[in-house]
């Protein structure tokens, strides 16, 4: 009832500066609101770049390790199939020692005395060498 007293235009100007006080605290809180959103997006949009460059790191990392691994493949099985020839020419060299040593072994001995003997076991040794 104590507006009634006060002349409305008065009552009008209250009204008025109370609405722009209230949207000028709405404002200012929209400002804040809107400079701490920069703030994050900024901060989040560096993040992000960190990100993405560890990221690109680790992909190049990985691509050098994946074709350090594919070398490392190549050189053994490369490894792998020179052992394999290997173990072949070692298959034939000892199918050979072995029709020498059976042909040393089962061959007659020549010679009266036993140094002709010996004195042939040593030659045909000796020839069968390579």
């Given at each position: 009832m104590i507006w009634?007293?006060?002349?409305?235009?008065?009552?009008?100007?209250?009204?008025?500066?109370?609405?722009l006080g209230v949207q000028t605290v709405r404002v200012e809180r929209l400002k804040d609101d809107?400079?701490?959103?920069?703030?994050t997006a900024?901060?989040?949009r560096l993040e992000a770049g960190r990100y993405k460059a560890a990221a690109d790191l680790c992909k190049a990392a990985l691509g050098r390790q994946n074709d350090a691994l594919d070398a490392l493949k190549?050189?053994?099985?490369?490894?792998?199939?020179?052992?394999?020839?290997?173990?072949a020419d070692a298959r034939v060299v000892a199918a050979s020692a072995r029709r020498q040593a059976d042909a040393l072994l089962n061959a007659q001995l020549?010679?009266?005395?036993?140094?002709e003997r010996a004195e042939d076991v040593r030659?045909?040794?000796?020839e069968a060498q390579p």
């Amino acid at each position: 009832m104590i507006w009634r007293l006060i002349p409305w235009p008065v009552l009008a100007g209250l009204a008025l500066v109370l609405v722009l006080g209230v949207q000028t605290v709405r404002v200012e809180r929209l400002k804040d609101d809107l400079k701490h959103a920069r703030k994050t997006a900024t901060e989040a949009r560096l993040e992000a770049g960190r990100y993405k460059a560890a990221a690109d790191l680790c992909k190049a990392a990985l691509g050098r390790q994946n074709d350090a691994l594919d070398a490392l493949k190549r050189a053994g099985d490369q490894k792998l199939a020179q052992a394999d020839k290997a173990a072949a020419d070692a298959r034939v060299v000892a199918a050979s020692a072995r029709r020498q040593a059976d042909a040393l072994l089962n061959a007659q001995l020549r010679g009266a005395t036993a140094c002709e003997r010996a004195e042939d076991v040593r030659r045909r040794f000796l020839e069968a060498q390579p």
